[in-house]
């Protein structure tokens, strides 16, 4: 399974990096604050504010769900460095406002604006590393999205251990807005000679960009692997999005306790994308979906049972390690499957796939916890959603085996 090619990173590799770091900092510095920031503006979590919470995934992934639509278009007509460069600008700027909010109203319109860039930056971070290393892409897509774990990791515990000591959650979400301004510096400083990025050469005209699209939708296959990142990404945001409030609140721990069980899982998704990088070729992709799904269902369906924090804090590790693969995995696995469609169009596609998964499951999640006004078993999502994905991934195999 190893591959022995060697991996070379760059400029704009640094920029892909650094973009997803701020990117997960961005996306999860709100859950870490959860409890303490619904306190302040009045939707308190422990008397029933479950639903309010879960709605801030809704602010976060609509806009990005709206923008990844159009992000073909931009990057066709503006190429992909200069939006991707301007998306993290905005990015950092909306979650910059997010720490002056007063009001719930308020935050949950600034999410919205901080999505906006976000979006960008997930239909376009795929793409982009694609266009940088088009030979086994699969390997540079798995490490580069293992710096969203990193991001997420680093923002948990930092967070987790600030909020412990008395820093206010306003400085702490500040603070992840201004790390989107190193990814903007490098995307947008002028360009080395001899050493620029591989734009497409001609802008694309809006009706091709269309015609790509419509292309990729009329193929059934399409929708098994559309399908797949939906649950993918409504299982993975769960853990991220709930995990800190749930220790909280079963375990009756403090905030650093919760930081540091986000922070264990983004430890594990570390591992895992760094392993699917480095060690899996890009043949052995289905396999490494398949044999993680079935990981994480096992270290997941028993969340709900355990009672013992170091124990539950195990369990979130395996989960970690197992989750990992899944988002970079499905996108590549499925564009090699669909050789003949445009790759950049599929990434976006996909991503347009995992995004309202995570806003849809982080919601579900919080809705059913407040009707019960109890969060514990409604963690039985996750395992259903990494069964979905199994299944899924299983059928397209099936079907390729079939045809064969």
């Known amino acids: 399974m190893q591959s022995s090619r060697r991996m070379t990173f760059g400029r704009y590799d640094y920029a892909a990096f650094s973009s997803l770091f701020a990117y997960a900092a961005a996306s999860v510095v709100v859950p870490v604050v959860l409890l303490q920031l619904a306190d302040e503006l009045g939707f308190s979590l422990e008397e029933g504010g479950f639903a309010a919470g879960g709605a801030l995934g809704i602010a976060h992934s609509a806009p990005i769900f709206i923008m990844m639509l159009l992000t073909g278009f931009l990057a066709g007509k503006f190429g992909k460095r200069k939006i991707f460069g301007i998306s993290t600008l905005v990015m950092g700027i909306g979650m910059m406002l997010c720490s002056l909010a007063e009001s719930y109203g308020v935050l949950f319109l600034l999410v919205a604006l901080a ?17 940088l290393h088009t030979q086994e892409a699969g390997r540079y897509v798995n490490v580069t999205h293992s710096f969203w774990s990193i991001g997420v990791l680093t923002t948990v515990v930092l967070s987790g251990v600030l909020l412990t000591i008395g820093v206010s959650w306003r400085i702490i979400t500040f603070a992840s807005g201004l790390v989107a301004l190193i990814p903007t510096l490098l995307l947008l400083l002028p360009q080395s000679k001899g050493k620029e990025y591989p734009e497409v050469p001609q802008p694309l005209h809006s009706r091709e960009v269309f015609g790509q699209v419509l292309s990729i939708l009329m193929k059934r296959r399409f929708w098994l692997f559309f399908a797949a990142m939906f649950v993918a990404g409504g299982g993975e945001f769960c853990l991220t999005f709930w995990c800190a409030s749930y220790i909280q609140i079963n375990f ?27 060690l899996i070729s890009q043949h052995h992709l289905r396999r490494l979906i398949l044999c993680s799904a079935i990981v994480a269902i096992a270290a997941t369906i028993f969340f709900p049972l355990t009672t013992n924090l170091w124990l539950f804090f195990a369990l979130l590790f395996i989960a970690g390690i197992a989750t990992a693969p899944f988002w970079p995995s499905i996108q590549t696995y499925a564009v090699d499957r669909m050789q003949r469609e445009d790759s950049t169009m599929m990434y976006i596609l996909l991503s347009c796939a995992g995004i309202p998964g995570c806003g849809f499951f982080t919601w579900l999640l919080g809705f059913i916890s407040s009707i019960n006004n109890d969060i514990t078993y409604s963690f039985y999502l996750i395992p259903i959603c990494f069964s979905l994905v199994f299944g899924f991934i299983g059928i397209d195999y099936l079907l390729h085996e079939r045809q064969k």
């Open 115 to 131: 999505s906006l860039g976000e979006g960008i930056v997930e239909a376009l971070a795929t793409p982009f590393v694609n266009d």
């Open 252 to 278: 009756s721990t403090a905030a650093w306790t919760g930081g540091v069980g986000t922070g264990i899982f983004a430890g594990g998704m570390i591992i895992g994308r760094m392993f699917g990088g480095y």
